[in-house]
């Protein structure tokens, strides 16, 4: 990128404070995507919200995915275990059996694997209606 270390802490205080920078936009855009949805959640809607805010920030994925370190360095962890336990809740209900629940996990994970795993070249309206057919598919809903 032609920055050097000097003019790149002469902006950031210390790693984790660039690393903060680059992560929080994306911390911040799930949560307020997820925001608004509540009991009686149409699982298509908050799957395909949750698809679009986190494939807006999918190369910020890949990065932390090549490098773990950076869940500590931010707590991404933390929101990430939030954002998940908040769906399952949404899309199981008040009393969940467990297969519902491994249901929702797993759409949920194979959601987010999608948006990082898959080629860039891939049409992203056509992945987000390939990634929530499967995700409903897996929930056993339309």
């Known amino acids: ?11 950031f205080a210390s790693r984790e404070e660039l690393v903060r920078s680059l992560v929080q936009p994306l911390i911040d855009d799930v949560s307020a995507a997820l925001a608004p949805f509540g009991d ?5 809607e908050l799957l395909g919200a949750y698809f679009d805010a986190t494939y807006r ?4 994925t890949a990065m932390i995915m090549r490098e773990p370190s950076i869940l500590a360095v931010v707590d991404l962890a933390a929101a990430v275990a ?7 809740a949404l899309l199981t209900g008040p009393a969940p059996v467990l297969a519902d629940v491994v249901r929702a996990q797993m759409a ?3 959601l987010g694997d999608c948006t990082v795993v898959l080629p860039a070249s891939t049409p ?6 390939a990634v929530l057919d499967a995700a409903c ?3 056993r809903r339309g």
Do not use: C
């Open 1 to 11: 990128m032609g920055v050097t270390k000097p003019a790149l802490y002469y902006h």
């Open 40 to 44: 009686g959640v149409d699982a298509r």
């Open 57 to 60: 920030h999918r190369d910020i």
């Open 82 to 88: 939030g954002w998940r336990q908040r769906m399952v």
């Open 108 to 110: 949920i994970g194979g």
């Open 124 to 129: 992203p309206a056509e992945l987000r209606e």
């Open 137 to 139: 598919d897996t929930l």
